[in-house]
């Protein structure tokens, strides 16, 4: 079975640093670029990041530039998102998903980060 | 970037009766290769999104053949011939152009 499986997602303080992670399943990771999807709540759905299949390319939304960075290990089956900096707008649901034909085929269940006080 | 706009943001559906959303863009999502990089998502509620349809008009594995995606360029449209009640949710298009891969406000699709 296809399965992306996201961890890490807590209650952090503003100004903190999560690490999140997704482990993948039943297809050829390193095949892949992969993305972080999220989902502040009650909203809508905002693109954070993306990767291709060796790491060699990585792109951001604007707004966290320069505080969040997406990495891989193929060996693994994983994808990561480490996040500093935290504040109360990057509250949100985070899904990691699968790129099939400039599309997100495969998505996990998602993990919540919660930054506040 | 390039900005997605959806109508209606909101579609109260009779079970039965058509409906259709559309997805206007910014830019073109024509790429040089012939496909339009236009994605459309299902969002049922408390769940994760799921893809109906990849390259404006390709419907992804496992997804109802009521469902179709036309459109070309800017203008793009999702249809579904006949609304069951599975399919209330939130509705987005995507596209996956350029970066930042950008994504429609949404559209809630509710059974009268």
């Known amino acids: 079975e296809v399965q992306l499986v996201e961890s890490g997602g807590g209650l952090v303080q503003p100004g903190g640093s999560l690490r999140l992670s997704c482990a993948a399943s039943?297809?050829?990771?390193?095949?892949?670029?992969m993305s972080w999807v999220r989902q502040a709540p009650g909203k809508g759905l905002e693109w954070v990041a993306n990767?291709?299949?060796?790491?060699?390319?990585?792109y951001y939304v604007d707004s966290v530039k320069g505080r969040f960075t997406i990495s891989r290990d193929n060996a693994k089956n994983s994808l990561y998102l480490h996040m500093n900096s935290l504040r109360p707008e990057d509250t949100a649901v985070y899904h990691c998903a699968k790129t099939s034909s400039a599309a997100f085929d495969i998505w996990g269940q998602g993990t919540m980060v919660t930054v506040s006080s | 970037d390039i900005v997605m706009t959806q109508s209606p943001l909101s579609l109260p559906v009779t079970p039965g009766e058509p409906a259709s959303i559309s997805c206007r863009c910014s830019?073109?999502?024509?790429?040089?290769?012939?496909?339009?990089?236009l994605a459309w998502y299902l969002q049922r509620p408390g769940q994760s999104p799921q893809l109906l349809i990849y390259l404006g008009s390709n419907r992804a594995s496992g997804v109802p053949d009521r469902f179709s995606g036309s459109g070309s360029g800017t203008d793009f449209t999702l249809k579904i011939s006949r609304v069951e009640a599975e399919d209330v949710g939130f509705y987005y298009c995507?596209?996956?152009?350029?970066?930042?891969?950008?994504f429609g406000q949404g559209t809630r699709l509710e059974i009268k």
């Open positions: 990767i291709n299949q060796d790491g060699s390319e990585k």
């Open positions: 830019q073109s999502l024509l790429h040089r290769n012939g496909y339009n990089y």
């Open positions: 039943g297809f050829t990771f390193s095949s892949n670029w």
């Open positions: 995507m596209q996956g152009l350029q970066s930042p891969i950008t």
